[in-house]
């Protein structure tokens, strides 16, 4: 138990979270606003395969806000004012989610992240994108938002740091082309926040936190840690039906959340616990959609363990 300035008790803080992080940066409550810019993706336009991600349906966890003709200023408004009315968040980011969001000819590209930081409010840029689509020209330019005032975090979908698990889910890239990119982002300044599964097929916990570890060693900023989860559609769901795949258990997730964070440097700020599946794609497990009771049982393992972020960092 730590105490504040006033003397009163505060809960120990076990891990960096990115909530914390935004309300220190702006002094206020800040949220993310998905966006659907109506990019797709290498892995299912043909370039590396049509297949994709054996995890990953058509829309590519977007939501489908492009095609139904929404513009990147409409989503923005209407997430501010959801927003605003539930968290009372003042400031915000345009999170462009949906499949690959530096996939597209520079101008489109300038053209969508200028059209989003336009809106009032929007402080700044989160790019969800793979590290084989960035070159040095869509890093300048996100360079150029940054420069003018604006946060800029490049999110990479890694997944895992093993080669092997990398091409068992047909990711079309391996680590080193996660490595460079980094490289080249961090080189200019820009935030990274690598995203990883925990649960892929044929991954033991040993592999997960070697993922961990080798972040740990790039010094990365940020880390998304989601489930491997089944979603209807998807290569992944056919192995679950043939019982090929079977998914992590809920009590079995948790405590790999934990190992992860114990891997991972203070510093590193932890943007996401868990995934959120749509309850009308999800196949299995079903606890995934118990988010709230998934994250508590995670801070009851850290307490149980008196364990905290970065603890088996050296």
């Known amino acids: 138990m730590t105490r504040s300035s006033q003397g009163t008790p505060n809960v120990i803080k076990r891990y960096n979270d990115f909530n914390s992080y935004l ?7 800040v949220q ?9 993706c ?15 349906n058509p829309r590519g966890s977007g939501t489908g806000a492009y095609r139904r003709g929404l513009s990147v200023t409409d989503q923005l408004l209407a997430g501010k004012k959801s927003l605003y009315k539930r968290y009372k968040a003042k400031k915000f980011i345009a999170y462009f989610q949906a499949f690959t969001n530096t996939y597209a000819p520079l101008p489109r590209l300038r053209e969508v992240y200028d059209e ?7 402080a700044g840029l989160a790019i969800g994108t793979r590290p084989d689509c960035v070159d040095a020209d869509i890093l300048d330019l996100l360079t150029g938002y940054a420069a003018d005032g604006h946060l800029v975090w490049v999110e990479y979908g890694l997944q895992s740091a093993d080669d092997a698990t990398l091409a068992l889910i047909n990711r079309g890239h391996d680590f080193n082309c996660f490595q460079e990119a980094v490289r080249e982002t961090k ?4 935030n990274v926040c690598a995203h990883i599964i925990l649960g892929l097929p044929g991954e033991q916990r040993r592999h997960m936190i070697r993922t961990a570890e080798l972040l740990a060693d790039m ?22 039906q043939q019982h090929r795949f079977q998914c992590l258990e809920q009590e079995e997730f948790a405590a790999l959340v934990c190992d992860v964070l114990e891997h991972l440097p203070k510093s590193t700020i932890i943007q996401r616990l868990t995934g959120d599946p749509h309850p009308q794609e999800l196949v299995a497990p079903q ?10 049982l995670i801070h009851t393992i850290l307490e149980t363990r008196d364990s905290y972020q970065g603890k088996r960092v050296f």
């Not at 606890?287 to 508590?296: H, I, P, S, Y």
């Open 42 to 56: 290498p892995n299912r336009d043909g370039r590396l395969s049509t297949r994709g991600c054996i995890y990953c």
């Open 187 to 190: 080189k200019r300044g820009l």
């Open 32 to 40: 993310k606003i998905t966006v659907d810019a109506g990019f797709t």
């Open 219 to 240: 010094a990365i900023d940020g880390v998304k840690i989601h489930l491997l989860y089944v979603i209807k559609g998807t290569a992944l769901a056919t192995m679950y």
């Open 23 to 29: 309300r220190r940066t702006y002094g206020c409550r």
């Open 116 to 122: 989003a930081l336009a809106v009032d409010d929007i």
């Open 287 to 296: 606890w995934a959609l118990r988010k709230q009771e998934t994250l508590g």
